[in-house]
């Protein structure tokens, strides 16, 4: 039975995703990823238009997807502790969850060309704004005391790529455990007042 296109498509994506994190993108053929899938390399652009598009995919969407978590998680509350509580979460669970698009998020943005690196950082920066304005509007309110929003949405943002490194789901804390606890971590690193 044939595979749909969309099929074959995610398969070449999961393949790609796989062993850009295994490999690097760099030592990364097109002729790996049709072997992965069993597609010749030359029958692979037929599904893709090249290796530089299958990571600006991954990137983009990745991206996507982290904002999307973001403004799902702070719709429901103007609270700007529990905003941030929330947006926290959603970072450090998307980071759980999708810990080799985090790994080839993080370390393959140098391999991305133009126009891809500059939509992909334009994505990144929308994103850590989104935090920055979370703990702005905590400080504003009074209920956050932190010298620099900048640096506590960073460190904030850390959290959650850290946990894409460390985290598994066979190990000794759930993800719920982790979400919940990290969610704790940056209401201290704002400084939640009482």
């Known amino acids: 039975m044939a595979r749909s296109a969309s099929s074959r498509a995610g398969d070449i994506r999961a393949a790609a995703l796989e062993l850009f994190t295994r490999l690097g993108y760099e030592a990364t053929t097109m002729a790996d990823i049709g072997a992965a899938v069993g597609i010749r390399g030359p029958s692979l652009y037929k599904h893709v238009a090249s290796k530089q598009e299958l990571l600006a ?23 700007p502790t529990e905003r941030l509580r929330r947006a926290a979460e959603a970072h450090v669970r998307y980071h759980a969850r999708h810990r080799l698009e985090a790994f080839v998020g993080n370390r393959e943005i ?85």
């Open 57 to 79: 995919q991954i990137m983009t969407s990745t991206m996507e997807g982290l904002l999307a978590a973001h403004l799902a998680a702070v719709a429901t509350t103007e609270d």
């Open 110 to 194: 140098r391999g991305l060309v133009e126009p891809h690196r500059g939509e992909v950082l334009a994505l990144r920066a929308e994103y850590e704004a989104c935090f920055r304005e979370l703990v702005n509007a905590g400080i504003s309110a009074g209920r956050f005391g932190v010298g620099s929003a900048r640096l506590a949405s960073y460190a904030i943002l850390d959290l959650g790529m850290g946990v894409a490194v460390w985290f598994r789901e066979d190990g000794e804390l759930t993800e719920d455990t982790v979400v919940w606890q990290h969610g704790e971590f940056a209401l201290r690193i704002v400084g939640v007042k009482a």
